[in-house]
């Protein structure tokens, strides 16, 4: 009996990863104070019209992220935002290294005490939303071909 029991609970536990994994959701960020790309390996500051642009651009992808269930690559490119009610995040894309396509990550961080914990998610991204973040993000994209 406890066979089956064990067996039953892993097949559970199981089906409810996968669910979890195949939920999407929304985002829904506070509006943008100040952020900050990377050019070579150092940080800038955005310029207001580009927060207005990183701003344009998450509301262009607020919809289709998924729980992050891995530890992501390490990002080719990321912008770090400050909101207006004292959370700072990070947007952080991946490229594919086989097609000009990634996966952009995003957090927040909350440190008021006693915040809830707001987990990281996922989205894929097409080649032109990577080209499109990149000039946001102070980073040059490479020539295409």
């Not at 994994?21 to 390996?41: K, L, M, Q, W």
């Not at 607020?62 to 729980?67: C, E, I, L, N, Q």
């Not at 959370?87 to 961080?109: A, K, M, Q, T």
């Amino acid at each position: 009996m406890r066979v089956v029991q064990a067996g039953s609970l892993a097949a559970l536990a199981v089906s409810m990863i996968l669910g979890i994994a195949s939920c999407t959701e929304n985002i829904d960020t506070p509006p943008i104070v100040s952020a900050t790309g990377y050019r070579n390996g150092r940080p800038v500051p955005l310029e207001q019209k580009q927060i207005l642009a990183l701003s344009r651009w998450i509301d262009a992808h607020r919809t289709g992220w998924k729980a992050l269930m891995e530890t992501p690559p390490l990002p080719s490119v990321g912008v770090e935002v400050n909101y207006a009610d004292g959370r700072d995040g990070s947007f952080e894309v991946w490229l594919n290294p086989r097609g000009g396509d990634g996966v952009v990550y995003h957090y927040i961080y909350d440190h008021a005490p006693g915040a809830k914990v707001v987990a990281p998610v996922k989205q894929h991204l097409s080649a032109q939303d990577v080209r499109a973040f990149r000039a946001i993000a102070n980073e040059e994209a490479p020539a295409t071909r």
